[in-house]
């Protein structure tokens, strides 16, 4: 026996996400490199993340030459969407993951020539817990809630919503038909953050739209 004994304790989500963050980090300088503005919409499934994306770029495609990169499990349905507003994507199906990481971005864009775009709209895997987790590189994260979740969604996910750099409240058209207090549901995310940044939308009708594409500088 040598008095050799070594215990090395490999704490692999630590060592995950430290990965990542590198990977993340690479992107963000790709970006910068080409000056390319580029947003991160998370937020859980039906919230609203495609429809948001469809009136921004409505908005906005003749203005900025957009690129959108819709992360889903298994189907082509959102880029499709964004697509048919003339818009270029890319899809990246994730199979099993329920979120993008900085790597997949990566992959995604290898053969894409990012000099033909300033803006790039990043349609996270829906879900309110994972993506919160993995950096892609993004100036900007949004998290997308709407009225249809009930009234708890801010509660159950701190962690989401303390990550995040604003917050988008969708459909707020519905809210009255469904009796929803958006008072209350503005004055929890003030709990887990006062400064955060809070837009009240309907990307369906297209109010708030102005004053968010007013917000995010485009
Ligand atoms: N009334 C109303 N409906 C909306 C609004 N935004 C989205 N919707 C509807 O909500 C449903 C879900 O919208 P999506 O944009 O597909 O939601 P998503 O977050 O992209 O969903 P996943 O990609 O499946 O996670 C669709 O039927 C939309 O038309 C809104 O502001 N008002
Ligand atoms: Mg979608």
Do not use: W
Not at 70 to 88: C, F, M, Y
Not at 116 to 122: G, V
């Amino acid at each position: 026996m040598t008095d050799q004994h070594k215990t090395v304790n490999i704490d692999i989500r630590q060592d995950l996400f430290g990965a990542n963050e590198d990977a993340a980090a690479l992107n963000a300088t790709l970006f910068k490199e080409h000056g390319i503005t580029v947003i991160d919409i998370m937020g859980s499934v039906g919230t609203g993340k495609t429809q948001l994306i469809e009136t921004l770029c409505e908005t906005l495609r003749e203005q900025y030459k957009i690129l959108m990169i819709a992360g889903d499990l298994a189907t082509n349905i959102d880029a499709d969407r964004v697509g048919s507003h003339d818009v270029d994507t890319v899809q990246i199906n994730t199979g099993t993951a329920c979120h993008l990481d900085a790597r997949m971005i990566r992959v995604a864009l290898n053969d894409i020539d990012l000099s033909k775009y300033d803006l790039i709209f990043i349609e996270n895997v829906g879900n309110l817990i994972c993506p919160a987790g993995y950096s892609l590189g993004a100036d900007m994260k949004i998290v997308v809630v709407s009225v249809t979740e009930g009234p708890y969604m801010i509660r159950k996910h701190p962690l989401t919503i303390k990550r995040a750099d604003m917050i988008v409240i969708n459909k707020i058209d519905l809210a009255e038909v469904l009796e929803f207090d958006v008072d209350a549901l503005v004055k929890d995310i003030r709990e887990v953050d006062a400064n955060l940044s809070v837009h009240k939308v309907s990307s369906k009708t297209g109010m708030g739209i102005p004053e968010l594409i007013k917000t995010l500088g485009l």
